[in-house]
């Protein structure tokens, strides 16, 4: 599969035009005000990001700590977070979105405040939201569409949702437009994480840790979702080959008049998965079916599949929203991936610990191989065939990098974007189904496509 994953730019937007000017003893003098105005600008943002970081940091140890002496006040420590989540916005949404899915590790009453930040982050009105769109597509949008709520139907980390009707014909639409101050905010939360793992991974304590490059993995399909060309083209592609199976389906695209505006199917009926409507069960099941499906043979990988993007129809038929943050994952990675499953799931370490050995970006002819395949076997006799509500992904993968670095081999960071699309799903087998067999419904698909690579060599 060729690689739908562009590189994007570390640098923060700017604004462009000519500097200002004033008028001083009547005369016009020019003043250079860049530097002062990018002092502040910067100044401001490190505040911001210190405060937010630390809030939430505080408010998760208050929340664990709570939870252990079994005080009344969650719901109170969960409203603070989602407070401060949405206004200091741009990644901090993410976070909260991120960690709304880990009931399994907070109180249910502290995520389900964090659950709002899905679709009821800050608003902005319809009118207000074309003000950042060129004029042309403002009007050629108020002239073909009635908008049917000025407020949104949804409102996101990075867009807005409208309902409207297309004029021409009736037909009921829904209308995606980007949050630009979102996005600027977003890209530079990124690059400000992608600097700072990059000056973390120079020091000699993390010399065998894949830091930098886990987080420019981590950030790739963060940065991308504001395209929605590519999002579009995503969700097509999503659509043809799910959606005849009769089990799953997305809104159809109809048109993308500008990179920041999508035009698509509105659909109705829809109830939350995470609510556990009628048909939840057989919903939650096809998930988890397309989740591998994608990780493992389509090779198009929807990252965000957190609540507020699942939901159920009639009937038990899932609908999966948002694919922005859809990734492109290679054939050798997908291989890769698959193999490892099959040794986690079999409880053979001497090929995890091959596979290991093979993807390490550094160590590999120098390292203990004994000693590694020894503390892999313990991490592989926890945790294989261990049912969703006895295996943390989160704890697994850490414990592996660390493993690794403990006996000299610097980990690679392929496997970091599959890791944040299974965490999100996971979140919602614990909470939903803990008793299900996460491994062991990946094991057909699994086979699967080792067969395939097999019958191509």
């Given at each position: 599969?060729?690689?739908?994953?562009?590189?994007?730019?570390?640098?923060?937007?700017?604004?462009?035009g000519?500097?200002?000017?004033?008028?001083?003893?009547?005369?016009?003098?020019?003043?250079?005000?860049?530097i002062?105005v990018?002092?502040?600008?910067?100044?401001?943002?490190?505040?911001?990001?210190a405060?937010?970081?630390?809030?939430?940091a505080?408010?998760?140890?208050?929340?664990?700590?709570?939870?252990?002496?079994?005080?009344?006040?969650?719901?109170?420590?969960?409203?603070?977070?989602?407070?401060?989540?949405?206004?200091?916005?741009?990644?901090?949404l993410?976070?909260?979105q991120?960690?709304?899915?880990?009931?399994?590790?907070?109180?249910?009453?502290f995520?389900?405040?964090?659950?709002?930040?899905?679709?009821?982050?800050?608003?902005?009105?319809?009118?207000s939201?074309?003000?950042?769109?060129?004029?042309?597509?403002?009007t050629?949008?108020?002239?073909?569409?009635?908008?049917?709520?000025?407020?949104?139907?949804?409102?996101?980390?990075?867009?807005?949702?409208?309902?409207?009707?297309?004029?021409?014909?009736?037909?009921?639409?829904?209308?995606?437009?980007?949050?630009?101050p979102?996005r600027?905010?977003?890209?530079?939360?990124?690059?400000?994480?992608?600097?700072?793992?990059?000056?973390?991974?120079r020091?000699?304590?993390?010399?065998?840790?894949?830091?930098?490059?886990?987080?420019?993995?981590?950030?790739s399909?963060?940065?991308l979702q504001?395209?929605?060309?590519?999002?579009?083209?995503?969700?097509?592609?999503?659509?043809?080959?799910?959606?005849?199976?009769?089990?799953?389906?997305?809104?159809e695209v109809?048109?993308?008049?500008?990179?920041h505006?999508?035009?698509?199917?509105?659909?109705?009926?829809?109830q939350?998965?995470?609510?556990?409507?009628?048909?939840?069960?057989?919903?939650?099941?096809?998930?988890?079916?397309?989740?591998?499906?994608?990780?493992?043979?389509?090779?198009?990988?929807?990252?965000?599949?957190?609540?507020?993007?699942?939901f159920?129809?009639?009937?038990?038929?899932?609908?999966?929203?948002?694919?922005?943050?859809?990734?492109?994952?290679?054939?050798?990675?997908?291989?890769?991936?698959?193999?490892?499953?099959?040794?986690?799931?079999?409880?053979?370490?001497?090929a995890?610990?091959?596979?290991?050995?093979?993807?390490?970006?550094?160590?590999?002819?120098?390292?203990?191989v004994d000693?590694?395949?020894?503390?892999?076997?313990l991490?592989?006799?926890?945790?294989?065939?261990?049912?969703?509500?006895?295996?943390?992904?989160?704890?697994?993968?850490?414990?592996?990098?660390?493993?690794?670095?403990?006996?000299?081999?610097?980990?690679?960071s392929?496997f970091?974007?599959?890791?944040?699309?299974l965490?999100?799903?996971?979140?919602?087998?614990?909470?939903l189904?803990?008793?299900?067999d996460?491994?062991?419904?990946?094991?057909?698909f699994?086979?699967?496509a080792?067969?395939a690579?097999?019958?191509?060599?």
């Amino acid at each position: 599969m060729p690689d739908d994953n562009p590189v994007w730019t570390d640098r923060a937007p700017t604004s462009s035009g000519s500097r200002p000017t004033a008028f001083l003893g009547g005369q016009k003098t020019r003043v250079d005000t860049t530097i002062a105005v990018r002092l502040t600008i910067a100044v401001a943002y490190a505040v911001r990001t210190a405060i937010a970081f630390s809030a939430t940091a505080l408010l998760l140890k208050l929340s664990r700590g709570a939870s252990r002496l079994r005080l009344p006040i969650q719901g109170l420590l969960g409203w603070l977070c989602f407070q401060m989540l949405r206004a200091a916005g741009g990644a901090f949404l993410k976070l909260g979105q991120l960690l709304a899915t880990r009931s399994d590790l907070f109180d249910g009453e502290f995520a389900r405040q964090l659950e709002r930040l899905q679709d009821r982050a800050s608003q902005m009105d319809f009118d207000s939201s074309l003000c950042n769109l060129p004029q042309t597509v403002s009007t050629r949008l108020i002239s073909q569409y009635r908008i049917d709520d000025r407020r949104p139907l949804g409102s996101g980390s990075v867009a807005q949702v409208f309902s409207a009707v297309r004029k021409a014909d009736g037909t009921a639409v829904a209308i995606k437009i980007i949050r630009e101050p979102s996005r600027r905010l977003v890209l530079r939360d990124a690059a400000a994480m992608r600097s700072a793992a990059r000056r973390l991974s120079r020091l000699r304590v993390a010399s065998n840790f894949p830091l930098f490059e886990a987080v420019r993995e981590y950030l790739s399909p963060i940065c991308l979702q504001f395209n929605l060309i590519r999002e579009a083209r995503n969700q097509q592609s999503f659509r043809t080959r799910f959606s005849a199976t009769g089990r799953v389906m997305t809104p159809e695209v109809f048109e993308v008049p500008h990179p920041h505006v999508l035009i698509m199917e509105r659909v109705g009926e829809l109830q939350r998965l995470a609510d556990r409507p009628s048909g939840w069960n057989l919903a939650l099941d096809c998930a988890v079916d397309i989740l591998f499906e994608m990780l493992f043979e389509h090779g198009l990988l929807h990252c965000d599949l957190h609540p507020g993007n699942l939901f159920v129809r009639p009937g038990g038929e899932l609908v999966v929203l948002d694919h922005g943050m859809t990734y492109a994952i290679s054939a050798s990675r997908r291989h890769s991936i698959a193999r490892f499953f099959l040794a986690l799931i079999s409880g053979d370490s001497k090929a995890g610990t091959q596979l290991c050995l093979e993807t390490a970006t550094r160590g590999a002819g120098c390292a203990d191989v004994d000693q590694l395949e020894a503390e892999i076997d313990l991490l592989f006799r926890q945790a294989s065939r261990s049912p969703v509500a006895e295996f943390n992904l989160r704890y697994f993968a850490a414990e592996l990098i660390r493993l690794q670095a403990r006996c000299g081999v610097r980990s690679t960071s392929e496997f970091t974007v599959p890791v944040m699309a299974l965490l999100a799903l996971e979140g919602q087998l614990k909470r939903l189904d803990p008793d299900a067999d996460f491994q062991r419904a990946a094991l057909p698909f699994v086979i699967r496509a080792l067969d395939a690579k097999r019958t191509s060599m």
